[in-house]
């Protein structure tokens, strides 16, 4: 299915009945790996997965004005109206967390549920940026598979990665345009999402927040902050950034004991 935003078409992709629920997967994620997180709560809920803009099956963006964090937040409005929706539980990882969390902040009335796995971005710069934009530079120049080969090196010596997940992030990045994706690492990086903390005091639907420590693109702190802003929010602390690679299944199932607590 295709939903169409002010010309940017948004590839998705639907399984499952019952309460709906969208996700919104990470930078270089696809909605087929969304959908290896939450297929098993299919048989509950209708779970709703989307290429965000310039990934996957939507349309390239090589334009950075079109990677404004808001614009992305109401890719989300857009896919709700279009399939009819009024509430829905809403959620994201890294980048789709923010997408998700500045959705809920413009639009509290028609989010049930937040799901946020790693936050990445908030009132303050990432540090991560010269990683990023080093990726991003390499991405612009067009060759995929000569990006794949130095991302592979970078995994197995700076992260000592196993080769299972290697082939996994590589799968994840080949299914993108290049440039669409270098431009994606360089513009998303310089996120700041909001300008004070306090702002999320706003939120009052439930909340949950997944992250794990020694992650600096995805800081522990920053979902411990989140935890204690959100009126209403609990923190999920998993093993490691690799537990989502090697059992994606492991995301929907914690959110589902999240979403059926009495």
């Known amino acids: 299915m295709i939903v169409n935003n002010n010309g940017i078409e948004l590839a998705i992709e639907i399984i499952g009945e019952g309460k709906p629920l969208i996700f919104a997967h990470g930078l270089g994620g696809n909605r087929q790996f969304t959908l290896e997180q939450f297929s098993s709560l299919a048989d509950r809920y209708q779970i709703i997965a989307y290429d965000q803009r310039g990934h996957g099956g939507s349309t390239p963006i090589t334009d950075p004005a079109l990677y404004d964090a808001n614009t992305m937040a109401e890719d ?17 990882e890294s980048m789709g967390a923010a997408t998700a969390l500045l959705f809920a902040l413009k639009h509290p009335q028609r989010v049930n549920a937040l799901l946020l796995t790693a936050p990445a971005f908030s009132d303050k710069a990432n540090t991560e940026k010269p990683r990023l934009q080093l990726m991003g530079e390499e991405l612009l120049k067009g060759d995929m598979q000569d990006f794949l080969q130095k991302s592979a090196r970078r995994m197995r010596v700076d992260f000592n990665m196993p080769e299972d997940i290697i082939r996994k992030i590589a799968w994840l990045q080949s299914s993108h345009y290049p440039e669409s994706l270098g431009t994606a690492c360089m513009t998303v990086i310089n996120w700041k999402i909001y300008s004070d903390a306090q702002v999320l005091e706003q939120l009052s639907m439930p909340c949950c927040i997944l992250a794990w420590a020694n992650d600096p693109l995805h800081p522990f702190e920053l979902a411990q902050q989140m935890s204690v802003v959100i009126p209403d929010a609990e923190l999920i602390s998993i093993n490691n950034l690799q537990d ?15 979403l059926n607590k009495p």
Request: net charge negative; hydrophobic share 45%; charged share 10%.
């Open 244 to 258: 989502i690679f090697t059992d994606p299944a492991c995301i929907g199932n914690l959110y589902s004991d999240f």
């Open 76 to 92: 989300i409005s857009v896919i709700m109206d279009s399939l009819g929706l009024e509430q829905v539980i809403v959620g994201g």
